[in-house]
Nanobody
């Protein structure tokens, strides 16, 4: 199992920035991918951004150009830089990792961190 711990959430004004961190309990070098989901009350969970072991990234259309995902293998940490934040970005942001075990793809999850964008 991979334990994931997020940090960096909080309250920010519209137009502001935050950086979320997700630190794994083991090396992330061999993981297939890591990324972030978010879920706001009453909404479905949304995949926000992913980064593969090779460094390829993908973003939801709603955050392209504003959010940036990156990884530091030496620190076993993935980051999500959130810029130009909007009230509609308010949600619980959860980190995940994907690994392969035999023929199975396994997802592990962090506990989530709240991001609130409000004036």
């Amino acid at each position: 199992q991979v334990r994931l711990v997020e940090s960096g959430g909080g309250l920010v004004q519209p137009g502001g920035s935050l950086r979320l961190s997700c630190t794994a309990s083991r090396s992330i070098f061999s993981l297939d991918a890591m990324g972030w989901y978010r879920q706001a009350p009453g909404n479905q969970r949304e995949l926000v951004a992913t980064i593969t072991s090779g460094g390829s990234t993908n973003y939801a259309d709603s955050v392209k150009g504003r959010f940036t995902i990156s990884r530091d293998d030496a620190k076993s940490t993935v980051y999500l830089q959130l810029n130009s934040l909007k009230p509609e970005d308010t949600a619980v942001y959860s980190c995940y990792s994907q690994r392969t075990s035999g023929a199975a793809k396994i997802l592990d999850w962090g506990q989530g961190t709240q991001v609130t964008v409000s004036s």
